[in-house]
């Protein structure tokens, strides 16, 4: 099975599927909004399905994963789609690749870990502010648990500007 990436041809469904997942087009990030159908990615399909899709952002040499969503877990889906992300920020000779996950997510702070990803800042009571752009946001999220705060990885892509940063 072979990744797609995200194109004229195929936006409509990218963006149906974004819409699908995350109810709306538009994310909210670090109390910024996100205008998903300007972001570019990659995805996976099964037939007409598509079966997985990540999304990212680029600013200021870094790249930010907007989003990344599995719907046949466990088959290796994901980690496929952020490697390909590895090898486009690698290919763009970029910094760094930053994104966010929330405090109930367990199993994405487990994932992105797992895959070399740094736990970097907390974002206390990030989703307050979030709210008041976006109120359909859950007060309890996955897990059961109360869903309060971002929380930031990053994955440098050049040690050497790494090390220059401490
Ligand atoms: C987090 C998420 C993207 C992971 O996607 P996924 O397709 O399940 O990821 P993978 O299959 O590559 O990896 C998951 C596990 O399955 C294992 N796996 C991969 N292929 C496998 C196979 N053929 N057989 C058995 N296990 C396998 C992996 O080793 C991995 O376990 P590990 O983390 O302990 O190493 C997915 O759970 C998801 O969409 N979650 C909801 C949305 C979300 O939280 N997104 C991230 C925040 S933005």
Redesign the pocket.
């Known amino acids: 099975m072979e990744y797609e990436r995200i194109s004229r041809l195929n936006r409509n469904r990218v963006d149906a599927f974004i819409k699908q997942h995350w109810h709306t087009t538009t994310m909210i990030i670090r109390g910024k909004e996100i205008d998903m159908t300007k972001t570019e990615g990659f995805f996976f399909s099964e037939g007409k399905e598509m079966i ?1 899709l990540i999304t990212y952002i680029f600013y200021d040499n870094i790249l930010e ?1 907007t ?16 490697e390909a992300v590895i090898h486009e920020a690698k290919e763009r000779k970029l910094q760094k690749i930053v ?3 929330t405090n109930d ?1 367990i ?2 702070i ?3 870990q ?2 070399g990803f740094d736990m970097v800042r907390l974002f206390h009571n990030a989703l307050d502010v979030s709210r008041k752009l976006k109120p359909e946001i859950p007060l309890i999220g ?1 897990n059961s648990i109360p869903l309060r705060h971002e929380i930031e990885f990053e994955l440098y892509i050049n040690p050497v500007i790494a090390e220059e940063n401490i």
């Open positions: 997985g994963i989003s990344l969503d599995s719907l046949h877990e466990n088959q290796g889906i994901g980690s496929k789609l952020v994104l966010i996950t997510n199993n994405a487990k994932f992105y797992k895959r996955e």
